[in-house]
């Protein structure tokens, strides 16, 4: 074919306009040729028209495309986020406009049986055409198949928003969703939970199982989570074996707990990795927008903390953010520096608690406690230090020192008493550990039958078969194992069968308040008795403090009982002392019955009646009531408002009162914590707060200026203020 514009031979060539003949030839030639691909809508908006190549990148099914609306064809798609920031495809062809380099979606086949692999993307650029007398005739369009940059361009834009190996949000996406969500939820007035998990144990399997079992770990952890939050909140991994979960309009702490609970117990059950089995446990931290934070950078940094008490109260546990939190945090990098000197220091000493056989009195054993005199502080508790040390290697330091400790003092005592040992579960992992109890009873010429390890159910977790072998080379070389605090944590009759234990320690939260009428502790204690007694192990019941906890137990069948109601841990001088008297027995000698329960606490807080703020002690608490102190005047029946703190009010009743104290009862029972202390599910919004006239700015992260209200002077006070002790 031959052009007009070529000119004669030996011409010049020149630009004359075609012919409409020798346009549309042109067309065809530039689509013959495979470089064009076009396409052309009727007046009605419907796809009339696909040229080879636009054929050729659809694929035979594209057939079925033409006569469709090319709305419904066209699919708008874009990289960014600013979508709708454009003018939609059906507005500019509705207005007849110009379409101009729009990235489209099209799926060939049946939309219903969506194929992925066989999504295509075009950027398409098209005119409005007209007849001659100026009528809308359709559109005409030019195509370029994107589909291959497409998809690479989504994978870059995910791999920055997702983690690779769980496909689970990435920490950037989390952290926009966060910010994003506070941001909108601020003018909404809307609550936000924000919780962390952290897998306790997760590095063992990792170091010893090896990284594809670690990341297979990781995987199924990912799916448990997924199925266990499916849409109420955006599930993530932070890195490592952090992950977060956004739970967008939930503030209870009641159904926060709970949650917090069933991730524990879902996490904790075993893992098969690729034929090998592993069990791994997990911590979680809870902070609520507004009031724990109302910025993401707030509510993160509460989020922390809550789950670095977590780990430190124990693993398998959940925690709430609460204000004092930021000081315990530096509390404990202060203890951890100070504890890394107290054994060089000798701050660090060995005492010993004995268990008691209730039929005649007799000391059986001694259980070997840890006690710090720090130089400044005093007497601190191993409950605080030991979760310190725990948290590094520390532990394992400390935990040979006590083993090394113990077991030469247990060797100057009368030849049938053993000393028992709690081993934290890092020091049982260490490769060492069983060469370590090895070597310590050849040192210090104890027999191995006098040596008894405590365990907790903390050690099962990890790597299934090394935590056996540890097992096996113990019994093997003849020390005795007690099951430690059972009942709490992990619990699981798996765990008994496995392991070769002597002994179950029934843990004192089972003994605690085991008289009072309608509890169901006392049922618990003698299951565990019966399980105890099948698996022909010894029970001691833990914590035992007064008679009528003694006499409960002793009817329920406890082997041996633990407590102060025997005595509380004597030094080796003590013992040494008592032994040269030939005084083997221990009297009990306690109250005759347990005390409710109430926490004991003395702590100042506010109460509010008729726009009014007193200050008053609050001097216990129990989830339905507390006692205070500090106010006269008070009638019985008098209603008032408990201000706990942290937003926490709680309607309260007077329900006696006498000169200087009252007791009131809640109308809402409060929660636990999960940690011992008691909360209120809900708490009093920064919002309401701001809505009454304090500025929103003005709230810091979890502060409540309440007791600045006091006084709106509109009525004089009904109760007499007394100076607080
Ligand atoms: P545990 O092994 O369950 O020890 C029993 C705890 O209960 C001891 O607390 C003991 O003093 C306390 N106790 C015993 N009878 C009563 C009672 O009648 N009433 C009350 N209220 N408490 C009672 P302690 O010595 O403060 O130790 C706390 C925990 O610290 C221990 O719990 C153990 O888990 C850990 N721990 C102590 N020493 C060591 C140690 O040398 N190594 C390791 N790894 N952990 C230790
Ligand atoms: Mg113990
Ligand atoms: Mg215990």
Redesign the pocket.
Known sequence: MSFPFAGRRGEKPQLVPLSETAHLALLREIEAAGVGSFWATNAQGQLIYLSDKAQESLGPDCRKLIGRDLTSVFKECSLKDDSDTQRSLAFRMRTQAKITDQIVEISPEDSTAKNAASLRWWQVSARPYFDKKGEFCGYRGISADITSEFRHQQNMARQSQYDELTGLANRRRLQQRLTSTLNAFKTAGRVCALMMLDLDRFKQVNDTMGHPAGDELLKQVAERLGALIKDRGEVGRLGGDEFQILLPDVDDRGELSELAKRIIQMLSQPYSLSGRRAIIGASVGIAIAPYDGIEAEDLGGAVDLALYAAKAGGRGTYCFYRAELRDSASQAATIEEDLRDALDKGQLAMNY?PLVDPANNKVKSF????RWEHPEKGRI???VF?PIAEQTDL?IKL?DW?LRQACMNAAEWPGDICVAV???AKQFMNADFTRLVASVLKSSGLQAARLEL?ITESVFVGNVEAVDRTFAALKKLGVRLAM??FGTGYSSLGYLKRAPFNKIKID?SFVRGCTESGDTNPAIISAIVALAKALDMETVA????AMDELKLVKERGADLI????FSK?LSQAELLQRFAEAKLTFKPDGPPRYRADRMSVFRKIGLIHEDHYYDVMLRNLSPTGARIEGLSGVAAGTQVVLDLGGGQLVVSKVVHSNENSQGLEFETALISDGFGGLMTRHRVSPYALAEAGVPLAALGSGSYPLAQWRGGDKKPAKFVQLALA
Request: glycine share 10%; charged share 25%.
């Open positions: 608690q259980e070997a406690l840890m508790s191993p409950e030991i532990i935990g006590a709690n081993v934290s405590e430690d605090d004192q833990e914590g035992v403090e633990q407590g102060y109601i841990p």
